[in-house]
């Protein structure tokens, strides 16, 4: 059942979303994928900005003019393409989240804990990625590969 423009009731809840807004990401997307430029040299365990734009449904956009949103990168496959998880500050309790702390270069923590969506989990091109922001700990990486497993049927 619809509730006017952009809502949808699930279960019982009315849930408003967000007109997206193809049109603004195309372009950039353009650019990302005719870029000549090399791609960044990334590591696991790292968190990075990146590009994940303008998305159906559910799905994790990104935010702002460059549809950015920090993902944690979960598997290397090659210098091209990883796995990668997006955060968000949204702090929520249940089986396919996961928050921690992000540590810096020099090893301080942010103040604010992040938030791994793991049912967001996806395959991501280097184009896609803007700048590193930090990284997650051995113990937490070790933490969320465990429970990204125990989503798997």
Known sequence: MRFGCGSVVIYGIIIFMMEKDYRRWTPLKETLNNADEPRLFFHEREIWYCHLGENIGFEQDGQDDLFLQPVVIIRKFNNEILWGVPLTRRKKDLPFYFAFFIHSETGAQDEEQ????????????????????????????????????????
């Open 114 to 153: 992040s938030t791994a969506i793991l049912s967001q989990m996806r395959l991501i091109d280097a184009k896609r990625l803007r700048r590193m922001i930090g990284y997650i700990s051995e113990k937490d990486i070790t933490i969320l590969k465990k429970k990204l497993k125990a989503l798997l049927p």
